[in-house]
């Protein structure tokens, strides 16, 4: 009787030893997955952080084209104007970026009083382009009114823009990524004008935007 209570009480003793074990692995599980959610958000704060200082670092330099050319003007010196290479791209990405699911944007039709259009060609900066794909939209706005969506072809965007030929707005642009499900929106506006051709596929602007 007594071999069965000590092989009955080392079993419990064993027992306990074992979920001990299971709760000290299970705890060590919980500080494994902090570790790894603090290394994730470390991450990606540097990168933001990266990215911002990039962004800083093409806004001073553009400043400092604009600055030369305002220097050149001011001195009656407009002869290497033109050999002044600003860049049109930017990007300002938003640490608090929103994601937006699919947009029914969908334009009005070339008729009645939309009968003109002009070319509008947009090239992603690389920024974004990496993330670029075949589902990926971009929109032209008058207003509220949508004026034309197209798909990527490579993070080029070719969009007919359709227009009535007495806007008073300009066109503003707007870019939806259909894997990250982020928006931007562009800080370039271009007025409307029939058959103006705004970037070609050869040389498209570039998309200047912030992020939503």
């Known amino acids: 009787m007594k071999n069965w209570l000590y092989i009955a009480s080392?079993?419990?003793?064993?027992?306990?030893?074992?979920?001990?074990?299971?709760?000290?692995?299970?705890?060590?599980?919980?500080?494994e997955e902090q570790l790894n959610q603090k290394d994730a958000i470390i991450k990606r704060l540097e990168e933001e952080k990266n990215?911002?200082?990039?962004?800083?670092?093409?806004?001073e330099e553009t400043n400092k084209?604009?600055?030369?050319?305002?220097?050149?003007?001011k001195d009656g010196d407009s002869s290497e104007i033109q050999d002044i290479d600003i860049p049109?791209?930017?990007?300002?990405?938003?640490?608090?970026?929103?994601?937006?699911?699919?947009?029914?944007?969908?334009?009005?039709?070339?008729s009645g009083e939309y009968a003109y259009t002009m070319t509008v060609v947009f090239d992603l900066p690389a920024e974004i382009k990496s993330n670029a794909t075949a589902n990926d939209l971009m929109a032209a706005f008058v207003g509220g009114e949508c004026r034309c969506v197209k798909k990527s072809v490579d993070g080029v965007f070719l969009l007919t823009v359709i227009g009535t030929g007495k806007e008073t707005e300009n066109v503003t642009f707007r870019y939806w990524n259909a894997e990250n499900h982020f928006m931007y929106e562009s800080l370039i506006t271009v007025p409307f004008t029939s058959d103006k051709i705004f970037g070609v596929v050869d040389n498209p602007k570039k998309f200047a935007c912030k992020q939503l």
Not at 65 to 73: A, F, G, H, R, V
Request: charged share 25%; glycine share 0%.
């Open 10 to 31: 080392s079993f419990i003793l064993l027992s306990a030893s074992f979920q001990s074990c299971k709760d000290n692995d299970d705890e060590l599980e919980a500080l």
């Open 51 to 59: 990215s911002l200082n990039n962004t800083n670092k093409q806004l």
């Open 65 to 73: 084209k604009l600055d030369e050319l305002l220097n050149k003007i």
């Open 88 to 110: 049109d791209t930017t990007f300002v990405p938003n640490p608090d970026a929103k994601k937006f699911d699919q947009p029914s944007w969908t334009s009005v039709a070339v």
